[in-house]
């Protein structure tokens, strides 16, 4: 293994989850039958730049296929974290009709469709023809194929204002291309946004079920300002967000921009200095508390063995939480309900459980529902509010177990 970024063969271990399908990979009823491949979870940080990343055990190519089943727009607070998004950076980057907006990732339109609401062009990009078809359907333009120098240089040359790339840096095998591609796609005097969940964050709340095989990388805000330096971009701006327990958004333009740099750079690479992510204790003690949790989740489940368990959110973050606890069939938990009906009538990658539609909770009355997209918990409890009236309790596993 050599580190993505900067070539070193040197590592400090982090997270060894064992081996597990890759964890957006729904199942049909027909492919239950047949062997399911496993691919090791091990996530190590590069000794010299500090990079987490896990190795690429499963292409791209196949992982973001026609077949991909998460859809952005099956969530309100996303959606409406979306258009809070598209609403102050046409504001702040004084976008309108002569500008173009290029979303990297773009799944199903969820964002661009805000941009396009305000009368600006916009460009997606997503390697996922299904996701691709609905966004082409609500008037998006899209190029089904994943992004990098090679399509930029082709295709999207200094073409764009603004660059949004919303939980894909993590994503990429190649981060150097990627960035490559970022610096050819952007016009001079414009503007990348980046936005992923923070190292930082997934170490204090030990939130290892945000590790899985589309993650590629885990990032801090010194990596990224060192990857994207290295291709003639620099950071100017970043704010840390709520989402996913604990996002940033990055704000970046050519080198030579002229933009100034905020007091917030600096801040936060200096919380990070001294949270450790420069050294090497704070990743080599977090297998412990990872382990810590999964044994307090199993015995959730060991005590609560002849209560009737349901889950809510057939999500990646779910399948990695079930698949690391060894969970298998649903003798433990009964069905996992969801709102996509992408996900409805398949089943979860390793333990098998059965998605199914919401209303079989009400139809099921259970005793506990657990939320596996535990950073959409207040969202969720507040859609299944009505599950109080025959007793339920709802239950979260990560940051720490929690029964409510």
């Known amino acids: 293994m050599k580190c993505r970024h900067c070539g070193n063969v040197g590592f400090i271990p982090f997270a060894n989850l064992g081996s597990c399908p890759p964890s957006n990979a729904m199942l049909t009823a027909q492919e239950l039958e ?15 730049c500090f ?75 997503d390697p996922t023809a299904n996701t691709a078809e609905v966004a082409i359907g609500k008037g998006i333009p899209t190029i089904v194929d994943f992004f990098g120098r090679g399509l930029a240089e ?28 970022l610096k050819a796609a952007l016009k001079p005097g414009g503007v990348i946004s980046l936005e992923f969940p923070h190292l930082l964050r997934l170490i204090e709340q030990v939130q290892f079920d945000t590790i899985y095989q589309e993650h590629f990388s885990y990032l801090s805000l010194g990596v990224t300002e060192r990857i994207l330096g290295a291709q003639g971009l620099k950071v100017f701006d970043v704010e840390e967000l709520s989402t996913h327990g ?26 990070e200095q001294r ?15 990872v382990d810590d949790l999964r044994d307090a989740f199993l015995g959730f489940l060991l005590d609560h063995r002849s209560a009737r368990i349901v889950g809510y959110g057939a999500a990646a973050k779910g399948n990695t ?10 003798e433990r938990i009964g069905f996992v309900a969801d709102a996509s009906p992408h996900k409805q009538g398949r089943y979860l990658p390793g333990s098998h459980i059965p998605v199914v ?29 009505h599950a109080r009236a025959w007793g339920a309790k709802f239950v979260t596993a990560i940051p720490e177990l929690r029964v409510w």
């Open 246 to 271: 604990g996002s940033l958004r990055v704000f970046a333009a050519h080198a030579e921009d002229n933009r100034p740099r905020s007091a917030n750079v600096d801040a936060i690479l200096a919380a």
């Open 34 to 48: 047949a062997p399911e491949a496993y691919y090791p979870l091990v996530v190590a940080v590069c000794d010299r």
């Open 357 to 385: 539609a919401p209303d079989q909770i009400e139809a099921k009355k259970p005793d506990f529902i657990i939320i596996f997209p535990w950073n959409l918990r207040d969202e969720i409890a507040a859609q299944l509010d």
């Open 154 to 181: 082709n295709r999207l040359r200094s073409s764009a204002d603004l660059i949004v790339g919303t939980n894909v840096f993590a994503h990429v095998p190649d981060i150097n291309d990627f960035a490559a591609g």
């Open 321 to 330: 939480l079930l698949n690391y606890c060894g969970i298998k069939g649903n």
């Open 275 to 289: 949270f450790g992510l420069r050294g090497r204790e704070i990743y080599e003690r977090f297998q412990a508390g």
């Open 51 to 125: 990079l987490a990343q896990v190795d690429e055990s499963k292409a791209a190519a196949e992982i973001f296929d026609s077949d991909y089943t998460y859809f952005s727009s099956f969530s309100r607070s996303w959606l409406e974290h979306a258009e809070r998004f598209a609403a102050m950076a046409t504001e702040r980057f004084a976008l309108g009709s002569q500008s173009q907006v290029l979303e990297i990732a773009s799944n199903d339109g969820y964002l661009l469709q805000y941009f396009l609401a305000r009368g600006i062009p916009v460009q997606g990009v």
